[in-house]
């Protein structure tokens, strides 16, 4: 690991606005970052086949962004050398009318990471706290909640039993094997607009484009409030939140690679020892296969 252990994990003493989301130092451009994530994919593949033989652990890995940060990217790139079996990602969108009929976690819980593999939320339960705080009509009108205060956008307690339940949540996970690592890419908002822009220059990015998003921009500030009251109420010992630098793609991709594979190496997963009995097994099967021919 070549960043400082301090440097990117979110904690109670730290302010969002602490974190340069242009940051790049330890890397000196984007050629040495993408010779760093290439070493880090192969360091990824072999833990990965570590932690499916082990099969005691699952690691789960959530992005959180604004538009544009380059959370689709990040997974592509960081994962690509790993066996697509190992590993699975999960997009959440607007819930659907049966999300709707559920407790918020409930699609999350059924898209969790069997032992021994890696899955991947793009986006996640951490919405609840984020857009649909900015966009409370969502908790008023679509959301089949029981005891809604008055005006939950400004109702303290609301967020905060939100922020406690998913701290416990994620507690249970790590009690049962589940390591939670999550990323927040922190993109800025100029830089948001250059890719924005960037898409609409270039015919092959056109479809990604949705006005929608733009519209969003309206609301940044608010969306950084929520943020850094995510960030500050919901980054523990157990699941940190980590805030990564998401000016420049190369500096992101290799910083997010570096803490997963850190992560995974303190899980530690060992190929299961084979024991004396099933050695002579296997010694006997050999025989035979060779007797035969
Ligand atoms: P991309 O644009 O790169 O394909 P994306 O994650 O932005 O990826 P979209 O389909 O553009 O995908 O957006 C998904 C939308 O769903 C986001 O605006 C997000 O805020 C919204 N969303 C996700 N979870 C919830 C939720 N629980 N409640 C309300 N809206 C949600
Ligand atoms: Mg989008």
């Avoid at 984007?30 to 760093?36: D, L, P, R, V």
């Avoid at 909640?145 to 039993?161: A, R, V």
């Avoid at 009251?229 to 010992?237: K, R």
């Avoid at 290799?254 to 299961?272: K, M, Q």
Wanted: hydrophobic fraction near 35%.
């Amino acid at each position: 690991m070549i960043f400082d252990d301090f440097r990117f994990p979110f904690d109670q003493s730290k302010k969002l606005k602490d974190f340069d989301p242009a940051y790049t130092e330890e890397l000196n451009n984007k050629k040495e970052a993408n010779q760093y994530l290439k070493d880090g994919t192969e360091k990824l593949k072999d833990l990965q086949a570590r932690l499916f033989a082990y099969d005691k652990y699952a690691l789960l890995i959530i992005f959180q962004a604004m538009d544009a940060a380059g959370k689709d990217g990040t997974i592509k790139h960081v994962m690509s050398g790993v066996n697509p079996q190992g590993c699975q990602v999960k997009s959440f969108k607007a819930p659907s009318e049966e999300e709707l009929n559920h407790d918020y976690l409930w699609r999350c819980v059924k898209a969790l990471p069997e032992r021994g593999k890696i899955g991947i939320f793009n986006r996640s339960y951490y919405e609840e706290v984020l857009v649909v705080r900015v966009h409370s009509g969502i908790l008023v009108n679509k959301q089949k909640l029981p005891n809604l205060p008055d005006d939950p956008q400004n109702h303290k307690t609301f967020w905060e039993t939100r922020f406690e339940d998913i701290r416990n949540f994620e507690k249970y996970l790590g009690n049962n094997g589940i390591s939670v690592l999550k990323f927040f890419l922190n993109v800025s908002k100029e830089e948001q607009k250059n890719r924005f822009l960037k898409r609409i220059d270039k015919p092959s990015k056109n479809w990604k484009i949705s006005v929608g998003d733009f519209e969003e921009r309206k609301y940044w500030d608010d969306y950084m409030f929520v943020y850094e009251q995510m960030l500050l109420h919901t980054s523990t010992s157990y699941a940190p939140w980590y805030v990564i630098p998401a000016d420049h793609k190369w500096f992101m991709r290799a910083a997010v690679a570096d803490i997963i594979i850190s992560r995974l190496e303190t899980l530690n997963p060992v190929y299961p020892k084979v024991s004396e009995e099933r050695k002579n097994e296997i010694e006997k099967a050999m025989d035979l296969l060779l007797r035969k021919e």
